[in-house]
């Protein structure tokens, strides 16, 4: 049976963190066996900000390296750059000409954008919502795994499809739909108690995927406890229950467990129990930060990895294409 299709753009600035992976990538990982998968760096998307060219390269390069040291594997996926496949803006001038000034100018991610920064209200950030459309719709994709806030890009990822169906009277696009995780999407909370770590501005209550060990030991050492249950059967605090939920993903079940314990019945002495998550965050992460840089300092293997992703994301995409300029009437010999 053929499989289904998935498309998921991976913002290429920022450093990667523990909210990023156990609420996103450790899915990626899961889903290039059942799925047929196409990731990308978004570099185009992030041009609506202008960054310095050399900053822009290695942000590309660090964060290919980063997702491959979390799992996923390119031999079984496609995973390129979006610049390196130009059906991608070909479709997206296509959409253009069917999504509407009003109907963008309404997005709340775009409103948003405009508050920020109203000095730099470019055309590209409007179309942003075309340009991620057109990065899914190119595949004909019918999964999309992303988090809340991308909903409303991908219902009006649905809405392009569907109009440029009935406007040319074809069924080249099928409909993408969030891909939720249920349980395995994971949320992360700010080691302060303060929101969620991938929204974190505290770089400090953040564990990020490059951290050293020592960083990670002095990170979650800070982290925010208090002086304990006073009663058994006490309900945990916010700011505990997060280092519980971080213990049960990194450190083996009996401790997760003999910890537990102690907090029920008030014998817990929250120095130890950050010294084991530390321990066991950093045996999680080492290897990761290793194997990511270890990549980094060979570009030669990441643009190997880049151009055969590129080759396997244009196959697909210039079936596409050639469907769509057909149904347009773009098509003379
Ligand atoms: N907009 C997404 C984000 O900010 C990134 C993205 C770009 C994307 N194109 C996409 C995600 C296509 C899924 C599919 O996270």
Same mark, same amino acid.
């Given at each position: 049976? +053929? ?6 753009? $991976? ?14 990538? #450790?899915?990626?990982? &899961?889903? +290039?066996?059942?799925?047929?998968? %196409?990731?990308?760096?978004?570099? %185009? ?11 822009? #390269? ?29 059906? $991608? ?26 508050? +920020? ?6 055309? *590209? ?18 999964? /999309? ?14 809405? !392009?499809?569907?109009? !440029?169906?009935?406007?040319? @009277? /074809? ?21 302060? *108690? ?21 960083? $990670? &030991?002095?990170? $979650? ?6 002086? *304990? ?14 280092? !519980? @939920? ?5 450190? &083996? ?15 817990? #002495? ?40 590129? +080759? ?16 347009? *009437?773009?098509? %003379?010999?």
């Amino acid at each position: 049976m +053929q499989k289904e299709i998935v498309v998921s753009g $991976i913002r290429s600035t920022g450093f990667l963190h523990l909210g990023n992976y156990f609420g996103a990538m #450790r899915n990626y990982v &899961r889903m +290039q066996e059942d799925y047929e998968c %196409y990731f990308f760096v978004a570099d %185009y998307h992030s041009l609506t900000t202008h960054p310095d060219p050399k900053d822009l #390269r290695n942000n590309v390069y660090r964060v290919l390296a980063e997702n491959i040291a979390c799992g996923l594997d390119h031999t079984k996926v496609a995973l390129y750059a979006q610049s390196d496949v130009p059906e $991608i803006p070909e479709l997206y001038l296509m959409m253009n000409m069917l999504a509407y000034k009003g109907e963008l100018e309404k997005v709340p991610t775009f409103k948003e954008k405009v508050r +920020q920064h109203p000095d730099n209200v470019n055309a *590209g950030l409007l179309t942003y919502p075309v340009l991620m459309a057109a990065d899914i719709l190119v595949h004909r994709a019918v999964k /999309v795994p992303v988090g809340k806030d991308q909903e409303q890009h991908l219902e009006m990822a649905r809405n !392009f499809a569907q109009r !440029f169906n009935h406007r040319y @009277q /074809v069924e080249l696009f099928p409909e993408p739909h969030a891909f939720n995780f249920g349980a395995g999407g994971a949320k992360i909370m700010s080691l302060d *108690g303060n929101g969620k770590m991938s929204k974190s501005e505290n770089a400090n209550a953040t564990i990020y995927l490059n951290d050293d060990d020592d960083t $990670i &030991r002095k990170k $979650i050492m800070k982290a925010k406890t208090d002086s *304990g249950p006073e009663a058994p059967g006490s309900e945990m605090p916010d700011y505990i229950a997060n280092l !519980f @939920q971080l213990m049960q993903l990194v450190s &083996r079940e009996d401790v997760y467990n003999d910890f537990l314990g102690h907090f029920n019945n008030c014998t817990i #002495r929250y120095g130890d129990f950050k010294k084991q998550l530390a321990e066991d965050m950093v045996q999680f992460i080492n290897p990761i930060r290793t194997k990511a840089l270890e990549l980094t300092n060979d570009p030669a293997r990441l643009q190997k990895i880049l151009r055969e992703g590129a +080759q396997k994301a244009r196959e697909s995409a210039s079936r596409t294409l050639t469907e769509a300029r057909k149904a347009i *009437g773009l098509h %003379y010999y």
